[in-house]
Nanobody, 127 residues
Framework: QVQLVESGGGLVQAGGSLKLSCAAS????????MGWFRQASGKDREFVAE????????YYADSVKDRFTISRDSAKNTVYLQMNSLKPEDTAVYYC????????????????????WGQGIQVTVSS
């Protein structure tokens, strides 16, 4: 069982930066791939980025590639999403998610494998 808690959201001007954090509970954090998803008002939830259990593999949605960076600190059981050059269209509720993968670094993953979700955190980018 994994519990996830996001932090670091807020309001930022276009072109600015924010860093989201997701703290995970549970002793087997290292066996989970971690992902970030987002849901804008009136839209479906969409994939943003993911990172393998080891941190050696990452994968990004085209819309955030070269602007966002996902990373993890297994000692702290935490995954991060550094968001730079933010745009108003990045405005959404951001969710952290975990998928039990054992020791596989293969990405991208089937989105259906993400079985654990955080409560979400609001990111608002003003123009």
């Amino acid at each position: 069982q994994v519990q996830l808690v996001e932090s670091g959201g807020g309001l930022v001007q276009a072109g600015g930066s924010l860093k989201l954090s997701c703290a995970a509970s549970g002793r087997t954090f290292s066996r989970y791939a971690m992902g970030w998803f987002r849901q804008a008002s009136g839209k479906d939830r969409e994939f943003v980025a993911e990172i393998s259990w080891s941190g050696d593999s990452t994968y990004y949605a085209d819309s955030v590639k070269d602007r966002f960076t996902i990373s993890r600190d297994s000692a702290k059981n935490t995954v991060y999403l550094q968001m730079n050059s933010l745009k108003p269209e990045d405005t959404a509720v951001y969710y952290c998610a975990a998928a039990l993968t054992g020791y596989s670094d293969n990405l991208p993953m089937s989105r259906g494998r993400y079985g654990y979700w955080g409560q979400g955190i609001q990111v608002t980018v003003s123009s």
